[in-house]
């Protein structure tokens, strides 16, 4: 089963530009796993997945995501 959540993000930067502003940013995204920040000793430090919108894979560190909610299969704003 697909597990699909609603990611809201403030990033570092966001469409290749810095994110001055720190502002949130939402996203659909299938998650694929969690990932490390071997540099820092985290052994969590996010997750991962492909965003519904765009199909890119994307990486969200969990010190900058403000909330995520599971969205039903079949609800996914493609």
Known sequence: MREIFDIYYRPATHDGEENTGNLMHSYQIEL???F???TNGEKFAGIGGKC???GEYKRFRMDRVEGMWPIE?????L
């Open 52 to 54: 519904m919108e765009t």
């Open 36 to 38: 490390a920040n071997r």
């Open 32 to 34: 694929d796993e969690s």
């Open 73 to 77: 299969e079949g609800k996914a704003r």
